[in-house]
């Protein structure tokens, strides 16, 4: 099970932290010859799944055809990650500007659009604009702006302070990497 449930007794969810406490015997209703466990989807997410579920430990690229997810994991995330729930008003807008005299980088960049399956992940939007192309004998330095918005319900903090962090303890590459 991927901890998403939570049993029920009666029709009354019983707390993740209080399920210790039940005995299965105590939860499980009889009707005739049936035996009934009833489970309830948990409002809280858990972070394990929404590890699993979202792939977020497998690498991501950039691509002219949009951003691809490796087919393996590329590093374990240990516990000690921190779930914080948003309410309705849960959203945020920001604008990322990058210089680059790499135009390759920049059309690879550029051919990401609002068309990427994100949806199952979060409402997501991008728009990126060149905003200022400065040419010179040997090369092109082009400013170009991402603004983004995103929606979400909750927000997955791995790490306190970066500074601070031990990545072999939480971040662990897997054998193939």
């Known amino acids: 099970m991927k901890d998403i449930h939570l049993f029920a007794a009666k029709r009354n969810v019983i707390a993740r932290e209080e399920e210790k406490d039940w005995k299965l015997d105590d ?16 409002s809280t997410p858990n972070v394990r799944f929404l590890i699993d579920h979202h792939k977020l430990e497998y690498g991501r690229t950039i691509t002219p055809n949009g951003v ?12 000690g990650c921190k779930l914080k729930e948003f309410g309705a008003e849960g959203y945020g807008k920001g604008k ?3 210089n680059s005299n790499e135009s390759e980088i920049i059309k690879t960049l550029l051919s ?9 992940f979060a409402n997501f939007a991008l728009s990126f604009g060149k905003t200022k192309s400065t040419s010179s004998s040997n090369s092109t330095e082009i400013s170009s702006m991402c603004n983004f918005t995103f929606y979400n319900k909750v927000s997955l903090k791995l ?6 962090i031990n990545y072999d303890h939480y971040l662990k590459p897997t054998e193939k990497f």
């Open 27 to 42: 939860i499980i209703e009889t009707s005739g010859n049936d035996k009934i466990l009833c489970l309830v989807k948990s």
């Open 68 to 79: 691809e997810v490796a087919s393996e994991k590329s590093f374990d995330i240990e516990e």
């Open 96 to 98: 990322y500007e990058y």
């Open 112 to 120: 990401l659009s609002s068309d990427i399956d994100v949806q199952n």
């Open 159 to 164: 790490f306190e302070d970066l500074e601070q």
